[in-house]
């Protein structure tokens, strides 16, 4: 089906649509960071997991980082390749799979490493080991998304690492971003070495975590290639991975919805769509996150004197299931697509059912303006999350 990628007319269900074009070009600036900076670039797992495109991120990466069984499941069976797996926690009877799937594992604390990697090792002889540490430095400001506040459960400080790290400890994972600059890796960066460096001559490998947005508009890339430059060549041994999410989804494409009425109260008007921001996009909500709207402006709720200004509210039970506000530029009308943009990445792997609600189709756009649906969901996918 050709679809007009400005209005989406021809759709008229919910839907996430990924754009080939869009991701392709991620994907390419992502590769030749890597191919520039000497480094390896791997998909993280939890902003992205659309596995029916692995095809082409394959003709562009190499692996994948999981944090659950499932996970790492989806990097050996769907990718085609054993993923570096970091989990909080691995449990005893999952931690000899998790380790014959991956090719790194990642342990958060001393306590779990002793517990668990002699039978992750018995279970994968190749297995690489490492410990996540925590810089104890962090600028992400939303203390929901900050792995380094105070209390975290993420990591090991520098004050409670041994001297002499275990003989099979061949890496550290570091993650502290979001959504971040190059400029905020500098700093970062900095702190890390300040705190971490007497170790990195018993280690292989360095993991730089996620976090870093360099497929964003403004995002310096030069500047990150340096800094990663620059590091190697005070660390030739080490080898580098970076392990990015929304860099890879970013800006690839919306979440087309539709409106199926408009209430007003006491002076509030609100769109009622057949999506929903708790099921949908808990960021929104979570974050909070006001994402772009196709054809909109975000406004003030209580701005008097704007005309076409609505609430969008999700259609789930839940009272605070929406968000303020829009203006657009003509009276919404039943039927009519409310566009999100930018809706491919921390979105599909979020979903729920809550309510019953259903998930919106997965699609893919191809180059040539052909949309091809990957995944319709029904009835049983709700039923079946009950069994």
């Known amino acids: 089906m050709k679809v007009n990628k400005e209005t989406f007319q021809e759709i008229s269900t919910p839907m996430y649509v990924l754009e080939e074009d869009r991701l392709r070009r991620n994907l390419s600036l992502i590769s ?24 082409v991120f394959r003709e562009y990466i190499h692996s994948t980082t999981a944090s659950s069984l499932f996970e790492a499941r989806l990097a050996a069976e769907e990718f085609g390749e054993p993923p570096h ?35 992750a090792l018995s279970a994968n002889s190749s297995l690489s ?6 810089p104890e430095y962090s600028e992400v400001e939303t203390l929901l998304y900050n792995p380094c506040s105070p209390g975290t459960r993420f990591g090991i400080s520098a004050d409670k690492m041994p001297a002499q790290l275990p003989s099979d400890i061949e890496g550290f994972h570091v993650h502290c971003h979001c959504e971040s600059g190059s400029d905020v890796f ?46 190697r060549s005070r660390y030739p041994w080490l080898k580098v991975i970076l392990e990015p999410g929304s860099a890879f989804g970013w800006q690839t494409g919306p979440l087309i919805s539709q409106v199926v009425d408009v209430v007003e109260d006491k002076g509030i008007r609100t769109a009622i769509l057949n999506v929903s921001f708790t099921c949908h996009m808990p960021d929104c909500l979570e974050m909070p996150y006001m994402p772009a709207v196709r054809g909109a402006r975000a406004v003030e ?16 039970c839940l009272s605070g299931d929406f968000m303020s506000s829009w203006q657009f530029d003509h009276e919404l009308r039943v039927g009519e697509n409310v566009i999100f943009e930018d809706m491919n990445h921390y979105t599909t792997v979020k979903t729920t059912m809550f309510n019953g609600v259903g998930h919106p189709a997965l699609a893919y756009l191809r180059t040539d303006g052909n949309l091809r649906i990957l995944r319709q969901f029904t009835y049983e996918d709700y039923r079946d999350r009950m069994d």
């Open 301 to 316: 709720e209580e701005t008097a004197g704007l005309e076409h200004v609505y609430r969008l509210g999700g259609n789930s």
């Open 85 to 119: 797996t970091y989990s909080p926690a691995y449990t005893d009877g999952e931690i000899e799979e998790i380790a014959r799937l991956s090719s790194h594992l990642t342990f958060n604390s001393l306590s779990q490493y002793e517990r668990h990697h002699e039978k």
């Open 129 to 134: 080991i490492g410990l996540r540490i925590n």
């Open 186 to 231: 500098e700093r970062s960066l900095a702190e890390i070495e300040k705190r971490f460096s007497p170790w990195f001559s018993q280690l292989k490998w360095i993991n730089f975590g996620g976090g870093h947005l360099m497929t964003r508009a403004d995002y310096d890339v030069p500047r990150l290639i340096n800094l990663l430059k620059g590091f």
């Open 32 to 55: 030749d960071v890597a191919h520039e900076a000497g480094v390896e670039i791997i998909l993280a797992f939890k902003a992205y997991a659309l596995w029916k495109t692995f095809p």
